[in-house]
């Protein structure tokens, strides 16, 4: 069964993001996970309520770049602050069809030369 969107590029257009004011919204919980491994995280690792034991939480925003992720983790992970660390990110959810989860590779970043 395919789904389609009944919303048209058109209205997408005309609803421009409203920006986040930091004074007056209450910022969410970002769980991390580090590793030094070079890899992610396997999706199963994540099943039946478990999680990696390598857990950073951060409070952030919506709006947070990438950038302020990186530096909110090195900021309480030292080892992140070494030169040539690289940080890749993923997205870890649980698949909506089954007891499963998901993880999708977004970005890398390379800490110094």
């Known amino acids: 069964m395919a789904l389609e969107s009944r919303i048209t590029q058109e209205e997408i257009k005309k609803?421009?993001?409203?920006?986040?004011?930091?004074?007056?919204t209450c910022p969410l919980l970002l769980r991390v996970f580090t590793t030094n491994s070079g890899?992610?995280?396997?999706?199963?690792?994540?099943?039946?309520?478990?999680?990696?034991?390598?857990?950073?939480?951060?409070?952030?925003?919506?709006?947070?770049?990438l950038k302020e992720l990186t530096s909110l983790?090195?900021?309480?992970?030292?080892?992140?602050?070494?030169?040539?660390t690289h940080f890749s990110f993923a997205i870890v959810y649980p698949d909506p069809r089954g007891k499963v989860y998901r993880l999708v590779s977004r970005c890398v970043f390379l800490q110094g030369w």
Do not use: C
Request: aromatic share 8%; proline share 8%.
């Open 15 to 24: 609803e421009p993001e409203k920006p986040i004011d930091r004074e007056k």
């Open 39 to 65: 890899r992610h995280h396997r999706a199963d690792e994540f099943a039946r309520g478990n999680v990696p034991s390598s857990e950073l939480q951060i409070y952030t925003w919506m709006d947070a770049t």
């Open 73 to 84: 983790v090195k900021e309480v992970y030292p080892e992140a602050r070494k030169k040539g």
